[in-house]
């Protein structure tokens, strides 16, 4: 879908010569700035900004300050989002990746409790860095190739978010350049209202270019086991008791608690499970429509296997699973975090990673998930025989996410994310019919009264977005005004451009 080109009275080529030997108005760059892993929005910008140094940002950001009609800026990483979040069509894109290289060793520090990361740096790489001293991040995405400051301007979660919260719960201190060209340096502790701004604020208030991230012993070795269900309430059960080991200060439940549902259709993603199985889980999947399956990990490390072992079973003892319908794997810690990586590469040669991606991530609170899972999952996903390559379903504690921030959530103890994972072919009604599929699911939940919250949200309009934030609404608008008063910063949201 592309979005028409608004003029705009300023050019590039009026820029004064120390930010326009950095502005690129080369076509292949124009292109590659246009689009976004979703491939459905396209918005070519007047330039791209390549800058060396955070000062440059400054001066770009400060320039456009400066102009009767000042020009918008998206900061862009690898450009992860689906629906052109981290476009513009009428500004300037800044690379962030740039930036890498010309930091010279220093975009990852890492030091006893915490490493010091560039914002444009991708976690992958802070894992490998973190690893060679024995140390780790806590909370990951499933995906590692995205950049430190793009997840941090969402939340980033995965199946450790129960326990560790969102990458966003993980921050110690953040560099910023506001969107009136202000370089700060912030933290809880000093200028806190900037700090909890910018973690989730999806690029609104000012663009990170330096995060302190916590850091804890890394183990070496993941049990990792995929457990089968037909039984939703024994499910969520069995996934809202692995959770509460941490609630309680327990050691001895799972480190990673995930979940996954399998729908009945052709294209069934049995990767994870041995080959002489797949025909057995196919035939159970045929019987019920629908089979639910519950991740369980366990970090250890090399010497104390025979303990973890037998933590696993315990755990296991108590879940009502299908009864020989256990698959263990035995993993490395770095195998694990990166397993998105090997699908990328099997999908890739395939023609299967470049392609429209429609996806769509709810948070969806505990109380309504049993309704959700009926009127969705069972009255639309199945009965409409919609393809997803990828649902994952697993809960989150509200105690682990801080309100200050501006992420938004249900507003219940505990709450599930389901992830949406589509993807289509080129052609435009595949993909509109794709995005019509995903706007019914969330108008079920709005009819019937399930009060979810969309994550990695892609709204059209600010009534959208008022809706969405809720009573926080007036806290962004502060915000905004405050740390960004002429709207310059990240307009592909489109919540206030």
């Known amino acids: 879908m592309a979005s028409k080109k608004h003029p705009h009275p300023w050019s590039p080529l009026e820029a004064p010569k120390d930010l326009a030997q950095k502005l690129s108005l080369d076509p292949e760059t124009l292109s590659l700035a246009s689009s976004d892993f979703g491939l459905i929005e396209h918005k070519t910008p007047l330039a791209v900004f390549e800058p060396s140094y955070v000062s440059d940002i400054v001066n770009l950001i400060k320039y456009s300050n400066s102009l009767p009609i000042p020009f918008t800026i998206a900061p862009k990483g690898k450009g992860h989002s689906t629906h052109g979040q981290a476009m513009t069509n009428d500004g300037v894109v800044v690379n962030m990746t740039r930036l890498s290289d010309f930091r010279n060793g220093s975009g990852i520090i890492v030091y006893d409790e915490y490493v010091d990361v560039g914002a444009e740096q991708l976690w992958i790489d802070?894992?490998?860095?973190?690893?060679?001293?024995?140390?780790?991040?806590?909370?990951?995405?499933?995906?590692?190739?995205?950049t430190v400051g793009g997840t941090l301007s969402n939340a980033g979660i995965t199946g450790t978010t129960f326990k560790f919260g969102p990458q966003i719960s993980n921050v110690l201190e953040l560099d910023v350049v506001t969107g009136k060209g202000d370089l700060v340096t912030c933290s809880p502790d000093n200028n806190s209202e900037l700090f909890y701004s910018v973690l989730g604020g999806l690029g609104q208030f000012g663009i990170i270019t330096r995060a302190r991230i916590v850091l804890g012993p890394a183990p070496t070795r993941v049990k990792w086991v995929q457990l089968l269900y037909s039984d939703f309430s024994a499910f969520i059960e069995d996934q809202e008791h692995l959770i509460s080991?941490?609630?309680?200060?327990?050691?001895?439940?799972?480190?990673?608690?995930?979940?996954?549902?399998?729908?009945?259709?052709?294209?069934?993603?049995?990767?994870?499970?041995?080959?002489?199985?797949?025909?057995?889980?196919?035939?159970?999947?045929?019987?019920?429509?629908?089979?639910?399956?519950?991740?369980?990990?366990?970090?250890?490390?090399?010497?104390?296997?025979?303990?973890?072992?037998?933590?696993?079973?315990?755990?296991?003892?108590?879940?009502?699973?299908?009864?020989?319908?256990?698959?263990?794997?035995?993993?490395?810690?770095?195998?694990?975090?990166?397993?998105?990586?090997?699908?990328?590469?099997?999908?890739?040669?395939?023609?299967?990673?470049?392609?429209?991606?429609?996806?769509?991530?709810?948070?969806?609170?505990?109380?309504?998930?049993?309704?959700?899972?009926?009127?969705?999952?069972?009255?639309?996903?199945?009965?409409?025989?919609?393809?997803?390559?990828?649902?994952?379903?697993?809960?989150?504690?509200?105690?682990?996410?801080?309100?200050?921030?501006?992420?938004?959530?249900?507003?219940?103890?505990?709450?599930?994310?389901?992830?949406?994972?589509?993807?289509?072919?080129?052609?435009?009604?595949?993909?509109?019919?794709?995005?019509?599929?995903?706007?019914?699911?969330?108008?079920?939940?709005?009819?019937?009264?399930?009060?979810?919250?969309?994550?990695?949200?892609?709204?059209?309009?600010?009534?959208?977005?008022?809706?969405?934030?809720?009573?926080?609404?007036?806290?962004?608008?502060?915000?905004?005004?405050?740390?960004?008063?002429?709207?310059?910063?990240?307009p592909g949201q489109r919540i206030f451009n």
């Open 245 to 490: 080991f941490h609630e309680r200060n327990e050691t001895k439940g799972a480190d990673h608690i995930a979940g996954c549902i399998l729908v009945n259709h052709s294209r069934l993603n049995l990767s994870f499970y041995p080959p002489n199985h797949h025909q057995r889980i196919t035939s159970l999947v045929t019987e019920y429509g629908i089979i639910y399956s519950l991740e369980l990990v366990k970090y250890y490390d090399n010497n104390s296997q025979e303990l973890v072992n037998e933590e696993v079973q315990n755990l296991l003892k108590v879940l009502k699973f299908i009864p020989s319908f256990s698959f263990e794997k035995d993993v490395s810690y770095e195998e694990f975090l990166n397993r998105l990586h090997e699908s990328e590469l099997v999908l890739k040669p395939k023609g299967l990673w470049n392609v429209p991606h429609p996806w769509m991530d709810l948070f969806v609170p505990k109380s309504r998930i049993t309704d959700f899972n009926e009127g969705v999952l069972k009255g639309i996903i199945l009965k409409e025989n919609i393809y997803v390559r990828f649902l994952v379903f697993y809960p989150m504690n509200q105690s682990k996410w801080d309100d200050r921030m501006s992420s938004v959530i249900p507003d219940e103890h505990i709450f599930y994310a389901l992830a949406f994972f589509r993807a289509t072919g080129f052609d435009k009604v595949e993909v509109e019919s794709s995005e019509a599929q995903n706007q019914h699911i969330l108008e079920f939940c709005k009819d019937n009264g399930i009060k979810s919250k969309v994550y990695l949200a892609s709204y059209k309009t600010q009534e959208e977005w008022v809706e969405h934030y809720g009573s926080k609404w007036k806290i962004i608008e502060k915000r905004k005004a405050e740390f960004d008063p002429k709207r310059i910063l990240s």
């Open 126 to 146: 802070v894992l490998h860095e973190t690893l060679k001293h024995g140390l780790t991040p806590l909370s990951w995405t499933d995906y590692l190739y995205l």
